[in-house]
């Protein structure tokens, strides 16, 4: 399963940006997509996530700012993001699970400008 992300680039603070992730290859039924974030650092967080019935959960920091949606025929899935704030700059990862494992996409880039 390949994972590709697009939509990233800078945006100014208060400005909004939408990812989308595309799967492709041999899928078997996708339980969960998910955007998953990188600071500078170790570290990769949770941003959102969305299960096969809709179910959703976001990280508190982005909550009421940041939107998931999926389209489970075509295996996308998006991550609108509105009112970003400084702290949102980070390496976002597409992130997929289905039966035959867990698969990762490139990244894209999100950078804040003040």
């Known amino acids: 399963v390949q994972l590709v992300e697009s939509g990233g680039g800078l945006v100014q603070a208060g400005g909004s940006l939408r990812l989308s992730c595309a799967a492709s290859g041999t899928i078997f039924s996708i339980n969960v997509m998910a955007w998953y974030r990188q600071a500078p650092g170790p570290q990769r967080e949770l941003v959102a996530s969305?299960?096969?019935?809709?179910?959703?959960n976001y990280a508190d920091s982005v909550k009421g700012r940041f939107s998931i949606s999926r389209d489970n025929a075509r295996n996308t899935v998006a991550l609108q993001m509105n009112s970003l704030k400084p702290e949102d700059t980070g390496v976002y990862y597409c992130?997929?699970?289905?039966?035959?494992?867990?698969?990762w996409g490139q990244g894209a880039q999100v950078t804040l400008s003040p």
């Open positions: 969305m299960t096969s019935g809709d179910s959703t």
């Open positions: 992130y997929a699970r289905d039966d035959g494992g867990r698969y």
